[in-house]
């Protein structure tokens, strides 16, 4: 018998939530607001991490270090991110991962996201999708809810302790960054799965820590020898 994680912390977008490439979109479109000019591959480093800090090191790369363009730059980003989960069509769950969370609950797993943005982008998402919805999630995790955000094992550490998990044994940390794999290592989590079909392909995330590779979050619960509800 397979034995099951008590708590499974998922990321968000590219996890989770299709957004049809938003984050990088946002993120460019406000570092270019600014003057700042970047490529995909400059954005892709950063995905994952607290979005101010992600600011901060496209930045300091190009020899700028101001704080007050940072957070101007960010303001910027959260106006933009706001408006598109709000209102954009694209915004959706990834195939299953509702039924996902629902297999899990049911076979007595605890579940949470935990995501590199703040807690009123995270919001709009939950309510776009309809996840803030009782029974659903156990709980959720923001970058700014804590002292230091991925990679970093802050946001799985709190996620541990609202729902009261001990071990990090025990936890499951899914995610399709670097950051998101590091961030489940440095927690040492039991497992620690990359997700491959968002923003980093399978070769990317095989650089990096992890226990599984799986290429979309449908396929957990075949993972774990559970039944997922259709």
């Not at 490439?21 to 700042?36: P, Q, T």
């Not at 039924?99 to 899990?104: D, E, I, K, S």
């Not at 949470?112 to 709009?124: E, N, P, Q, Y």
């Not at 998990?165 to 440095?186: A, F, I, R």
Request: hydrophobic content about 40%; overall charge negative; some cysteine.
């Amino acid at each position: 018998m397979t034995i099951l994680p008590e708590l499974v912390v998922f990321d968000m977008a590219g996890t989770t939530v299709h957004d049809g490439d938003a984050v990088h979109r946002c993120l460019a479109e406000a570092l270019a607001a600014a003057g700042i000019n970047t490529t995909r591959s400059q954005i892709n480093t950063v995905m994952g991490l607290p979005k101010p800090r992600a600011i901060e090191i496209v930045l300091q790369e190009q020899g700028h270090v101001d704080l007050a363009t940072v957070d101007k730059i960010h303001a910027d980003f959260v106006e933009r991110m706001l408006k598109f989960y709000r209102e954009d069509e694209s915004v959706v769950e990834i195939a299953g991962a509702t039924n996902v969370f629902t297999a899990l609950r049911a076979s007595g797993v605890k579940v949470a996201l935990d995501t590199g943005f703040s807690r009123d982008i995270a919001d709009a998402i939950l309510e776009r999708l309809g996840w803030n919805n009782p029974g659903l999630l156990d709980t959720t995790v923001t970058s700014d809810e804590v002292e230091n955000g991925r990679p970093y094992p802050d946001m799985i550490f709190e996620a541990m302790e609202r729902t009261g998990v001990n071990s990090t044994q025990s936890v499951m940390k899914v995610g399709d960054t670097p950051s998101d794999l590091n961030e489940g290592t440095s927690a040492r989590c039991g497992w620690v799965i990359g997700v491959t079909g968002g923003s980093h392909t399978r070769e990317e995330l095989e650089a990096c820590p992890f226990t599984h590779l799986i290429h979309t979050v449908a396929e957990l619960p075949a993972l774990l020898g559970i039944a997922r509800p259709e």
